[in-house]
Structure formats: structure tokens, C-alpha cells
């Protein structure tokens, strides 16, 4: 499904790290970098090919319009309105007059051109710093046309890198549960989307509940739970070919599944005789090993990206906290003491902070605290939100929020939203359905 | 019945207010619970004359209640007389919890009911155990009432 884009260098003059642009991602951003991203320049005969086998009049601007978009999202940037500029995408392309895009107060622009090239998709942009008056980067790629839109994120991804230093997320997807119907009776399907709702398509069609998808980091599969024959049960489910089986022969309830950082183990919980402990699966040698033995519920674990320790939540205390212990399953340790339940523990992609759910005083709270438990800070609080998902660079959370109905038990919805681990740019995840359990890809390009 | 039913609950909300005459305040649920666990009948269905289907929990519980056990014992009793019925308790928690929490929850609450009902002597056998967590709430509400008819082991005849 997912076709590999060639990705080629073609022009990269040397620079100087000093002087150029440069923006600060650490800090909640209140100021963002204005910039402009001029259509991608297209000829007509290109114009018209695309037209025929995309339905899209000009390819070059909705690439353009799918960057803008992204950099806005980020709330780093602030792409300026198209109408103000003064000068032609092609021309710009070639040598941008810099004088211009500075009266509108533009600090970087983005340029760029489409060509039809064997029944290709070519495009190469530039990016510029305005104030220095210089190009900062320049890139090219050839690709089947259908995959117009995963350049626009890939451009996105460059520009993000190439501005804040670190990698992007904006060429990535969104596994989560497509929810329907009234609350007692909701119809739930495992459901893909790109990272900003487009392509949306359901991958299950609902006889059956399904909870909590999960990606492998490092290929196209997936991890759910899934009510088949009213079982409730670990399986995988490959999302290029379809196929799906069931993880481990466990006679009772497993759940709570997630990938090993290599992703060759699945960890989950399996519940037998009202007790609940973790677990792994070797993919491969189907070995399955216990990880914590405790009269306690033990659940929602989560490994480092190292691989070497797993954060899960228990209730070994009398309520429901936070632990981390070894991958073995030794040294087990509390560490949320903070008031009120944790859930949810999920390690950070750069392996410095656990996201989590917190229940306090009937509010809930996503919020991050490093691995040792101190510095908690809570980022967002609802009436019920829960269960974030770390973008690929560690710099977003993905979550889902449900509305309280009102006495008559109505006006419920889910929702996705994102939030910067700032605690700015709270935002909601457009999806067709209402949403839950949102699981975020790695970059599917790189 | 939907009529009687409405007139029943007019005519409660009446006594209520003459007994308590803080009306405006005072909710006709609220008589409905004792501390946070549900005591009344209104999502109740029965296995058999008398015999109750369901038993309900305090949040973040899954011991079981004085009101509980004696349902439970009423279902082992009729589950004794007719041996040849096998059973799922089904396992519920409100919407008030994280939900891989609350399949865990929900697996320790129908084992609740599970084991009373074996120390009753029913047999394991007929016995399956089947958590839904948050899944399927019986009333669709965003109140304590509502929350405290969610958090139960329905017994379920499977066959």
C-alpha cells in the first residue's frame, strides 16, 4: 500500500549554520515563524496530465495547500496568506527577490516545481531564509502521481527538520477506533487515516468490538483487541495484506497489547480468575514469558525505546499508579505519587518522559513526568479524555476526549485531539466517525 | 408500564419532597444508592421469578455487597435446581476509568460473582467469565446514578 518514494538530493549548496533561521521548539511557541509557501510553480502540459489521472486542476497548489496546513498544525508556523504575494511561483522558484517576500514580512519561503516526467510525479522544492537572503535547502522526488499527497507531507517533514532541528511527523498515519451509534450500543471498526485525516479507510466492518490498535514502530502491523466470537483477545493484524490471527493461546481475556521497541514481541495482559498479569509474545519462537506475578491488576505496559524497561499501571497500592521495573520484571518501582489514579503509562519515543492518564477529583488529566516520577506536569484537563500516543519525534500527544451527556444521557461524543508536550496548540483531530484510541506511526519515510 | 413507571417515580419524587423538603435540590435517584452502589431495580432483569440477574459495586471495587451475595445465592439456588443451564457472568465498570483498567476491573468483578456462586456449589464448569470493561453500559448517562447502575456482573444463561 505504502509505495516507496526515491528521494534525491539535488541541489545542496553549503551553508553556514549561523545567522539562518531558527526555531525553538522547547518552549510553548506564542510567536510563530511567519512564512510563506508560494504554489509549487506547474506547466501546462503537466497541469493537464495530472488533471486526467488525479482529478485535480492544479497539482502544484494543493501540494502547497497540504504544507501550509501541516505548518500550521505545528503552531510553530505561520504561513502567510497566498494573495499578498507579489511574486510569480516560477519566477520565485528560480531566484526569489527577497525584498518582496520581505515587505510581507515572510522570514522563509518555501518554492517548489511539479513536472510530469514518465508518467511520474517529479517535485523539487526550495526552501529560503529571507532575512539572509539565501536558499537553505533544496530537494527533489519522483513518485507514482497517487502518492501527490505523502510529498506534500514529506516537504512538510524537510522544512520541519531543516527550521527546528529535529525530525518531522507529518508523513505518518493514524491507527484508531471508528466509533458509531448510541452509547450503550456503539458499533466499533478499526480504522487508518494520514496524520491529517485524509485517506481515511476502515480495516474491520464492525460485527465484532475492537479496542485499542497499536503500531509497530517498524513495519505495517498492528496490534489489537478484538471480540471475535465473543473472545476477547490479542491479535495482529497485517495491514498491507488484511491478515489477521491471534496472538498466543492464552485461555482467557488478554489485552492491553503492545509492540517491543524492535517489534518482535507483543506485551499485553492476560486476566484469568480476576487477576491480571503482564505478559509477552515472541513473535517468532510464539515463547511466551511472564512478567510480573502480583494479586494485582497490572496492565497498560509499555516499553522504553531501548527495549530495557517497562512502565505499566497497578494497583498494588490499593489504587490504581504508575510503575516501571526491568524488562525481566524485576525491580518493580512506584512512580506516581502525585494525588489521584494514573493510568495509561506510555514511554516518550526519546526515552526521557512517560505521557499518562491522571483521574483527580472527577477530572482527567494527559499529562508527562519523567521516568523516575519527578516533574509531573499536566497538559490538558476534561471531564474524561485518555490513553496518549507520543508522534514519532516526541514533540505531540495524540488522545482522545468524550463529552458528559446530559440527563437524558445524550449528546455523548469521542474525539481525537493533539496537544504540543509544551501543554500549547490543544487541538482537535478531525475524523468521519467519532474516535477513539488513537495510535500514531512512525515516519513512513525517512 | 412505561406510564405506571413515570407515575411511580411522580409520586416518589412527592414523598421525597415531603420528607425532605429541600426538593429543588434533591434528585428522585439519589434514594436509589447506598453510598455510591446501586440498590434500586430499574435496569434489573431476572434469570427466574425472584431471582435477580444482576449484582452492582462501589467504584473501583469488586467486593461483594450484603445486597449482592443474596442475589447471588438466589442464582445458586436456581442454577442447582436446573443443572443443566451453564452460565456467562459478564463483567462491567463504568465510564469513569481508563479502559484497559476497567476490562481488568470488569474480569475481577464477574470472578467476584463467580466465586460466590461456586462456594454455593455451582460448578465451575457451567461458569464462563467474559469482561465488556466500559464497553456496555446499560444507561447511557454522565451522573453518579447512572454511573453506579453501570458497575455490575450480570449473570447471562448461555445456553
Known sequence: MIKKITLLVFILLPFNAYGLIKVDITRGNLDPLPLAVSPLAIDNESKTKFDKILNKKDIGSEISIIIEKNLKTSGLFNPLNREAFLQKPDIANLKPRFEDWKLIKAQALITGKVNYVDEKLRVEFRLWDILAGREMMALAFTTVPTNWRRVGHIISDKVYERLTGEKGYFDTRIIYVAEEGPKTQRVKKLAIMDQDGFNNKFLTLGNELVLTPRFNKTSQMVTYLSYFKNLPRVYLLDIETGTQEVVGDFPGMTFAPRFSPDGKKIIMSFAKDGNSDIYTMDLDSRVVDRITNHPSIDTSPSYSPDGKFISFNSDRSGYQQIYVMESSGKNVKRISFGKGLYGTPVWSPRGDLIAFTKLHKGKFYIGVMRTDGSGERLLTENFYQEAPSWSPNGRVLIFYRETKTDNEGKGFSAKLWSIDLTGYNEREVKTPTDASDPSWSSLLSN | ?159
Open chain 2, 1 to 159: 408500564m412505561e406510564f405506571n413507571k413515570i407515575v411511580k417515580n411522580a409520586l416518589l419524587i412527592i414523598v421525597a419532597c415531603l420528607a425532605l423538603s429541600a426538593c429543588a435540590t434533591k434528585k428522585a435517584g439519589t434514594g436509589q444508592m447506598q453510598g455510591d452502589v446501586y440498590t434500586g431495580k430499574d435496569t434489573v432483569e431476572y434469570l427466574a421469578s425472584g431471582v435477580p440477574d444482576r449484582v452492582f459495586f462501589a467504584t473501583n471495587e469488586s467486593v461483594l455487597t450484603t445486597a449482592s451475595r443474596e442475589t447471588l445465592r438466589k442464582q445458586a439456588a436456581w442454577l442447582r435446581k436446573n443443572s443443566k443451564i451453564n452460565i456467562v457472568l459478564e463483567g462491567h465498570a463504568d465510564e469513569r476509568g481508563t479502559r484497559e483498567y476497567n476490562l481488568a476491573l470488569g474480569e475481577r468483578r464477574a470472578n467476584a460473582a463467580k466465586d460466590y456462586l461456586m462456594t454455593y456449589g455451582v460448578s465451575s464448569d457451567r461458569i464462563s467469565v467474559l469482561s465488556y470493561g466500559k464497553e456496555r453500559p446499560v444507561d447511557s448517562g454522565s451522573n453518579p446514578l447512572s454511573w453506579s447502575k453501570n458497575r455490575r456482573s450480570v449473570t447471562v444463561k448461555a445456553n
